[in-house]
């Protein structure tokens, strides 16, 4: 290997190494270590034999000398998209692209292997090049090859100037892969992208068209656009859906780089184009009031629109390469930050969803942070949890933390997310504040023993005594009717505590936690008949699926064969229990007091949930619960119908009011609603058991459910607990537990 001053005095900036080009692969490539901190390897592509071996060569150089190079953003393993429509193509090529399958190549008569999906870029850069080549002298830096892969202490370094390597760039090549099957053509893909692009914003949003949908050609053609088919629409899909606009990795590399090049096969065009095209559409989906390309997201998946990762790229490169950068959409760029709005990215190694984002993070970030890849994934990202939580003053990154029948990583330290994980939607943000603090001057946190625990000032203030039923194994479980929700309203006091509220506003507003989608507090009155109507959606739902299962074998015996007959039964019941002759007061006396008549498993078909929701209609002072005669009414000529049936496909459709709906799917995914011995309703994890505490920080927005620590005696008079997830809980969410006699914040320790 040359010394340092030997780089400089080569003619190119650099040593060669690898002009052989003999097919002789006995012996495999061996990396010489790199000279400087600054230091990076660069490739040319040299030819390809009539075997198809690829030759390159390698060359060192040293960014400070600002060397020519392009660099290549690519993803590792399979590119195609999945999901959906794409799967079964998706499988039918897992085995080309799997990390067994390695390819050779030629490095100065020396073997390297690489996988497929990089061999297809290279092969097809180096049969097309890119328009922009010459600004490059035809050198190209490409992680897999120019860093070392089995030198943890060389990538460590090198992730420490990943943000020089692809900012002094002349461009960046985005390689999405090669071309589909003949079934979804990727040039109609790149027609539709032009097509959208070139329609001025404001005219397509207020354009007939609905993005992802199959449509009539007249939609098209009286806006003077071409046709878009739906399989060009589902090409389109194909393309967002493929797998390097969920890279982690891109988000540095895209954010960075002064100019971006799109490839898919022999295809090409300009980022800006694509982004051009994702915001007219997503200016569309806005007027529309619904994001049409879910269609293609897995039912196991985040509802996250195919055009939003393109977005957000976008909006993040506009912010960085701006010449007066402000806060980033009224939020300032900060490791949180970061985090949270990269969290539906992935990496294959978990601890890049910390260290792909290191070109990002300010200097005074890098300089005391160490990219250690031999670090275990819970204490890189304990660290990464902890400086957020330092540099915000407050404890909102751990309301992130996942339910624990999803979690990946060690259950503990339970107060750590699981940064590898799809983002949870917090429940809470900065309107609410639990223990009646909220953002100080000094960190939340206390000094602790070790990195795996965490000390703040807490406080337990109530325990669950009853949680929901748990349906988040159920496709589409959002939008099942909970039988269990109307016997924990039933247990409420009325009038709720302080807030005066009756029961069914608890619930609706606890379902939605008291927020609209966009996070204001309190929720609006407006979303008490939204409510109404999205209930009345979901008993006809409920009736339509049990009618389906009473047309099997031996179907169960309270399974109802029509809605008709299960509101026929729900009346019975009401006149069989004697319901009617008893008043208001002796109504919510005899279902407020547990155990109740109506919580056995076996009465969770339609016709006792009917007579739930009756019972608890006759209890309310508003009309957020629909009675029978609404329900039948509703039935007979239905506002909005949810669920479309065309063949063998139910899709979901919105009300033309979709607010409620939209705040409720926001919190209610993965959670569950509780009771508390003292009387009040909440909505938390769904690993939530009774005997759990709620618990109150300082410094967190909402309270946390927490576990007394097995096996963990207090010492020096420290309780420890496991955080089990945030919760919203109905009046104790701005300090009212603190105000209580018998309360105080002390020193309490998460493990």
């Not at 089995?150 to 420490?160: F, H, M, S, T, W």
């Not at 892969?177 to 207020?206: C, H, K, M, N, W």
């Not at 540095?252 to 994702?278: D, K, M, Y």
Request: with cysteine.
């Amino acid at each position: 290997m040359a010394a340092p001053n030997d780089l400089n005095g080569c003619p190119t900036g650099g040593v060669e190494n690898g002009d052989r080009k003999d097919d002789s692969m006995d012996e495999v490539y061996n990396y010489e270590p790199l000279p400087t901190s600054t230091s990076i390897r660069l490739l040319k592509l040299l030819s390809k034999t009539e075997s198809g071996l690829l030759h390159i060569s390698l060359k060192t150089v040293d960014l400070r000398n600002d060397p020519a190079y392009r660099a290549l953003s690519y993803s590792w393993g399979n590119p195609h998209a999945n999901g959906v429509d794409f799967t079964v193509y998706y499988n039918s090529v897992a085995d080309e692209y799997s990390a067994s399958h390695r390819i050779p190549i030629a490095c100065g008569g020396k073997r390297l292997h690489i996988q497929q999906n990089l061999f297809d870029a290279l092969c097809q850069l180096s049969t097309s090049g890119d328009s922009d080549e010459d600004d490059a002298d035809g050198y190209l830096w490409v992680d897999a090859l120019c860093i070392n892969q089995q030198d943890y202490a060389e990538r460590a370094a090198q992730v420490k100037i990943m943000d020089q390597v692809y900012s002094k760039a002349a461009h960046t090549v985005i390689w999405l892969g090669r071309v589909d099957a003949e079934i979804i053509s990727t040039s109609d893909a790149f027609r539709v992208i032009t097509q959208v692009a070139s329609y001025p914003l404001d005219t397509f949003a207020q354009s007939n068209i609905v993005p992802f949908r199959r449509q009539a050609p007249s939609v098209y053609t009286e806006c003077d656009l071409a046709p878009i088919s739906w399989m060009e629409w589902c090409a389109f899909a194909a393309l967002l859906k493929r797998q390097w606009f969920s890279r982690l990795w891109i988000v540095q590399e895209t954010i960075l780089s002064p100019r971006l090049l799109v490839f898919c096969g022999p295809h090409r065009i300009p980022w800006n184009t694509l982004v051009t095209a994702a915001q007219n559409i997503d200016a569309r989906c806005t007027v529309l009031g619904a994001r049409p390309s879910t269609l293609f997201i897995q039912h196991d998946q985040p509802a996250v629109p195919l055009e939003n990762n393109v977005l957000q790229l976008a909006r993040w490169r506009e912010y960085w390469h701006s010449p007066n950068p402000r806060d980033l959409q009224g939020r300032p760029f900060t490791l949180e930050t970061l985090i949270q709005d990269t969290w539906t990215f992935q990496a294959t190694d978990p601890r890049d969803k910390i260290y792909g984002l290191f070109g990002l993070m300010d200097a005074a970030t890098r300089n005391t942070w160490v990219v250690d890849y031999n670090t275990p994934v819970e204490e890189a990202y304990a660290f990464a949890t902890m400086r957020v939580m330092h540099h915000s003053r407050t404890l909102s990154i751990i309301s992130c933390i996942q339910d624990a029948s999803v979690r990946k990583v060690a259950p503990r330290p339970s107060w750590v997310p699981d940064f590898g994980l799809p983002y949870v939607n917090m429940l809470c943000n900065s309107h609410f504040s639990a223990a009646g603090t909220g953002a100080g001057s000094d960190p939340p946190t206390l000094p602790s023993p070790c990195w795996d625990r965490l000390r703040l000032h807490g406080m337990a203030v109530d325990e669950i005594i009853e949680v929901a039923n748990d349906r988040n194994n159920y496709p589409n479980s959002m939008m099942l009717l909970e039988s269990s929700w109307f016997e924990m309203a039933m247990l409420l006091p009325h009038p709720y505590h302080k807030t005066g509220h009756d029961p069914a506003e608890v619930l609706w507003r606890t379902l939605c936690a008291d927020q609209d989608a966009v996070g204001n507090s309190p929720a609006p009155e407006t979303f008490g008949p939204l409510f109404h109507e999205l209930l009345c959606a979901m008993v006809v739902v409920r009736a339509e699926l049990e009618a389906e299962n009473a047309q099997k074998t031996n179907p169960p015996v309270h399974c109802a064969p029509s809605f008709a007959e299960a509101m026929r039964r729900a009346r019975k019941m009401w006149d069989d229990l004697g319901l009617a002759d008893l008043g208001l007061e002796q109504l919510r006396e005899k279902m407020s007091a547990p155990p109740r008549f109506l919580s056995r498993p076996e009465l969770g078909w339609l016709a006792f949930t009917l007579l739930k929701m009756y019972i608890l209609a006759k209890m309310q002072s508003g009309a957020a619960i629909p009675d029978l005669d609404a329900l039948e009414e509703f039935e007979k000529n239905p506002t909005y119908v949810m669920r479309v049936i065309e063949g063998e496909e139910r899709s979901l459709v919105y009300p033309k009011d979709a607010a409620f709906m939209k705040s409720y799917q926001l919190r209610y995914g993965m959670r569950k609603l509780f009771f508390t011995k003292g009387g009040y309703l909440g909505l938390g994890p769904a690993s939530a058991r009774v005997g759990d505490m709620i618990l109150v920080f300082r410094g967190a927005a909402g309270p946390f459910v927490c576990r007394v620590a097995e096996a963990d005696e207090p010492q020096d008079g420290v309780e420890r607990f496991e955080i089990v997830g945030e919760s919203y809980v109905h009046g104790l969410m701005h300090g009212e537990a603190t105000r209580m006699g018998g309360f105080a914040l002390k020193e309490v320790e998460i493990l």
